[in-house]
């Protein structure tokens, strides 16, 4: 579900969707939160990262067969809350530091160093809710979107063949991607 709504002045963007407690819902979780981001118009990192552990989290450790777990994306103001809530009330997330060879247990540090916020809502029973919170960047006022005179053409290359600093590095070939995604 996406909604629009407008409360004391702010508009309140949300996004819900349930996901089967599989490593595939935890790899949906994130590419439909990354979609939903640039619906938006929001930044799409940190929040996909936060998504992405949030969702194995809830996979990893919350998992119920047949009982799906649940995303939750809202923007009030200039808040982002992320929420994943699933179906083991009884196993609460723990921050410990992992052994310096460990290959898991490092999410929620991850998790603690991007948020601005993040914690724990029990029930209602079984279930629990992981959240997050991220600042968003202000947005540019309208001035500075504002049509301008000037060049409408890129600039010639430098004479020595290097690339201007504000220039962007060049697209990948069509039907290239990158092997994650």
């Given amino acids: 579900m996406n909604q629009k709504l407008a409360t004391h002045g702010h508009t309140v963007r949300n996004f819900s969707v349930l996901l089967s407690p599989t490593p595939r819902g935890a790899r949906l979780a994130r590419l439909f939160a990354t979609e939903q981001l640039r619906t938006w118009g929001l930044p799409l990192d940190p929040a996909r990262l936060v998504v992405a552990e949030l969702a194995n989290n809830a996979v990893t450790h919350g998992r119920v067969p047949g009982r799906n777990f649940q995303l939750l994306l809202y ?15 009884d196993r609460l997330p723990d921050l410990h530091a992992p052994e310096p060879d460990a290959e898991t247990g490092r999410g929620l540090a991850l998790v603690t160093a991007l948020a601005d916020r993040w914690g724990v809502i029990p029930g209602p029973p079984p279930r629990k809710t992981v959240w997050a919170e991220l600042t968003l960047p202000a947005r540019p006022s309208p001035e500075h979107n504002s049509p301008r005179s000037g060049r ?7 004479p020595t063949g290097e690339k201007a600093p504000h220039q962007a590095p060049p697209l990948p070939p069509a039907g290239q991607t990158h092997p994650r995604e």
Avoid: S, Y
Wanted: aromatic share 0%; with cysteine.
């Fill in 75 to 89: 923007v009030v103001g200039g808040t982002l809350r992320i929420e994943v809530t699933d179906t083991r009330g």
């Fill in 152 to 158: 409408t053409c890129a600039p010639q290359a430098l």
